[in-house]
C-alpha cells in the first residue's frame, strides 16, 4: 500500500496510506483527508484516486495550482519517488521497500497533462506572489489626526462613521455637518471615502468629494473642523 508523506521543508509533518479503491483529498479545510494549513493552499486543493492498479493525481482548479518534480500539472499518473509540491508543502508518493512498483500508469492516460509553456510560466508567475500576499500581515488604514483632533484612528471596521452623530466613530461638530456625513469602507482592495449626507462636504488633497473617491496613502482629508491622513501601516 503506497503512502503520502507530508514534509515542510526538512520536517516530516505525517504520513498518509492510499487504500486501494479509495481516494485522499488535499487542502486547507479541515474536512480534508490531509491538512495543509497554509494561506497559499486552497480548500480543496487537490486529490489522488486509485484506478486500478495506478495512483492519479488531479488538481482542483486551485489558486496557486499543483506541482510534481517542479512541474505544474493538471493530472498526474504517480510514480514512486514522485514529489508533489502544494503552496510550501511538498507530499512524496512511494511504495514500501516490499511492494511492486509500477513502472507506468495504465491505459492511455499514463502521459502528465502539462499546462502550455505561456500558461504555465504565467501561471506560476502569479502563483509566487499570491502565496506570498496570503502570509503577508493584513495592511490596516490608519487617520492620523492633522487638526480637530489627537493621535489616531485605526480603520479596522467595514465601515467607519464620520459625522456629529455621538453614534459615529469620529465625531464632529458643525451647524451643517450632516449626522453621519462620510463614511470609509474597507474593502479587499483598500479604502473608499464617500459623502453620505449634511452641507458639509469632505474633501481629499484639496477637491471636494460629492461621491466616493479611493483612497491613496498621504491623502490629506478635510471635514469640517477636522483634518487627517490617511496611511497604511502593517
Known sequence: MPKLTLKFKDNVLGEFSIEPGKSLTIGRKESNDITIENLAVSGHHAKVDTVGDGYLLTDLQS???SFVNKELVTTHWLKHGDTILIGKHSLVFG??????????GPGSMDQTMVMD??????MLAKSVPSA???EKKEVLGVLSFLAGGD????LTKKLTKI????ACDIVVGGLMMGQTAVTISKRPNGYSLAYVEGMTKPKVNGETIKESVTLKEFDNIEIGSLKMQFIYKS
Not at 95 to 104: C, F, G, H, V
Not at 151 to 154: D, Q, R
Not at 163 to 166: C, L, P, T
Request: proline share 3%; net charge negative; charged share 55%.
Open 95 to 104: 511504495y514500501a521497500d516490499d511492494e511492486e512498483k509500477p513502472d507506468e
Open 117 to 122: 509553456t505561456d500558461k504555465y510560466r504565467d
Open 163 to 166: 459625522g456629529k452623530n455621538s
Open 63 to 65: 489558486k496557486n495550482g
Open 132 to 134: 506570498a500576499k496570503a
Open 151 to 154: 493621535g489616531e484612528v485605526e
